[in-house]
């Protein structure tokens, strides 16, 4: 245990830290299954999709992190997803892989699990798996496409940023994601809270209000200075 939250374990020297905050999470979405009607041991199962959906997703930033030579990472499942930290110095198409790597490895689980679903009689032979293996699915497939939404910091903004450093600056490359998302983040809180999606729009009021003041930051800069922000981890 240390602060807030305590270490999991290790993959392939690749630590792995649990928040408190994350905890929380897990509690909001076994409270809302069970506000909605969802039997207790079906709500429970969102504990097991929310931890195994979000560290793999992380372990695929760390799996491509490592392939290019970088090392191990440090993982934190924290807030409302997980980040991965890594020391390095790589180029624009490397970052733009390693961002991508999260949402691929949330479509190739969501795919695993359809596969058992159809391609073999586990799921009809176990309550438990009939339960878990369509909630995974969706879970996967809707964290994978959330996370390509070009919002800064997802995935998708990450990509889209380190795309722009193929042609500006640093510092433009950034002005460039953090404009687009404030941009995106606005329709996408008003849209949310339309259809009822209250935890989209939570996510999408957050990432939006961060933007802003990261905006604040790079203006604040002077306009000849190259040095660019401190570097926000991938994720939620």
């Not at 690749?14 to 299954?33: D, G, N, P, Q």
């Not at 802003?212 to 991938?234: A, N």
Request: with cysteine; proline share 6%.
């Amino acid at each position: 245990m240390n602060g807030s939250g305590f270490h999991l374990g290790s993959i392939r020297g690749t630590s792995i830290r649990v928040e408190i905050s994350f905890v929380i999470l897990l509690a909001f979405f076994v409270l809302f299954s069970l506000q909605s009607g969802t039997p207790v041991p079906v709500a429970l199962l969102w504990i097991p999709v929310v931890v195994v959906s979000v560290l793999l997703h992380e372990l695929g930033h760390a799996a491509v992190i490592g392939t290019l030579g970088f090392g191990s990472s440090e993982i934190s499942l924290a807030g409302m997803g997980g980040f991965t930290q890594n020391r390095r110095s790589s180029r624009p198409w490397q970052e733009i892989l390693i961002s991508l790597a999260g949402p691929i490895t949330s479509f190739v689980l969501a795919g695993i699990c359809l596969l058992l679903e159809t391609s073999t009689g586990i799921a009809a032979s176990d309550p438990m798996l009939k339960e878990l293996l369509p909630l995974l699915r969706r879970a996967n497939i809707s964290w994978g496409i959330l996370n390509l939404v070009p919002i800064h910091p997802l995935d998708g903004g990450q990509a889209l940023r380190n795309l722009a450093r193929l042609v500006f600056s640093e510092r433009r490359s950034l002005l460039v994601s953090v404009w687009l998302s404030m941009l995106l983040g606005v329709p996408l809180v008003l849209g949310s809270l339309y259809m009822g999606l209250i935890f989209l729009a939570v996510i999408a009021g957050f990432l939006t209000a961060r933007n802003y003041q990261e905006w604040k930051i790079i203006r604040s800069q002077l306009p000849g200075d190259s040095t660019p922000p401190p570097e926000t981890p991938s994720d939620l």
